[in-house]
T-cell receptor, first 116, second 113 residues
Framework: GAVVSQHPSWVICKSGTSVKIECRSLDFQATTMFWYRQFPKQSLMLMATSNEGSKATYEQGVEKDKFLINHASLTLSTLTVTSAHPEDSSFYIC????????????FGPGTRLTVT | GNSVTQMEGPVTLSEEAFLTINCTYTATGYPSLFWYVQYPGEGLQLLLKATKADDKGSNKGFEATYRKETTSFHLEKGSVQVSDSAVYFCALPGSSNTGKLIFGQGTTLQVKP
């Protein structure tokens, strides 16, 4: 089946610094990718839709200047958490539907961010 | 808009017990329905899906039937194993054709030997 990878799998950073998380579709092209945030023992919250070659679409309440998304190619989207604070600590997961199909999505393994 | 509701957990079962996790949905039309599983510390994996009413999705001994009469998509397994311990999410596409998925709140399953 299709594979989506994320890097890094976990990261610890200091408050005030920025962290970049990569999401790659390894064996298919994805014009759209989705970024989710998951708090412990809770469901996934959609943060934004990453669109190749254009601006990301953010969900209500998500700060676009804090969570910068870039979708530079058909296989790579990046999420940069800028000026991170401890409350940004969370599990970030990306997903991608194969091009031309919304019926199914493939999820990355997630990135655990801890801000100290 | 589309929405999904799952039974609250956690669900604790002994090995070889029968499992049911309830999921009901509200949707415009008849969208595809999904069950995803999340093992500890990992991302989500698609467990099974059904693309139209009355379809039955199945995988790894798990089954779910798309029932439009009761707007349900309950997950079942006849005999659970310790390795099935995970969080299970019911999901369906958002109202607009944007690829967004709407997830239920997740149900934690713990299987004891």
């Amino acid at each position: 089946g299709a594979v989506v990878s994320q890097h890094p799998s976990w990261v610890i950073c200091k408050s005030g610094t920025s962290v970049k998380i990569e999401c790659r579709s390894l064996d298919f092209q994805a014009t759209t990718m989705f970024w989710y945030r998951q708090f412990p023992k809770q469901s996934l919250m959609l943060m934004a839709t990453s669109n190749e070659g254009s601006k990301a679409t953010y969900e209500q309440g998500v700060e676009k200047d804090k969570f910068l998304i870039n979708h530079a190619s058909l296989t790579l989207s990046t999420l940069t958490v800028t000026s991170a604070h401890p409350e940004d600590s969370s599990f970030y997961i990306c997903s991608a539907p194969p091009s031309g199909s919304w019926a199914e999505q493939y999820f990355g393994p997630g990135t655990r961010l801890t801000v100290t | 808009g589309n929405s999904v509701t799952q039974m609250e957990g956690p669900v604790t079962l002994s090995e070889e017990a029968f499992l049911t996790i309830n999921c009901t949905y509200t949707a415009t039309g008849y969208p595809s329905l999904f069950w995803y599983v999340q093992y500890p510390g990992e991302g989500l994996q698609l467990l099974l899906k059904a693309t139209k009413a009355d379809d039955k999705g199945s995988n790894k001994g798990f089954e779910a039937t798309y029932r439009k009469e009761t707007t349900s998509f309950h997950l079942e397994k006849g005999s659970v194993q310790v390795s099935d311990s995970a969080v299970y999410f019911c999901a369906l596409p958002g109202s607009s054709n944007t690829g967004k998925l709407i997830f239920g709140q997740g149900t934690t399953l713990q299987v004891k030997p």
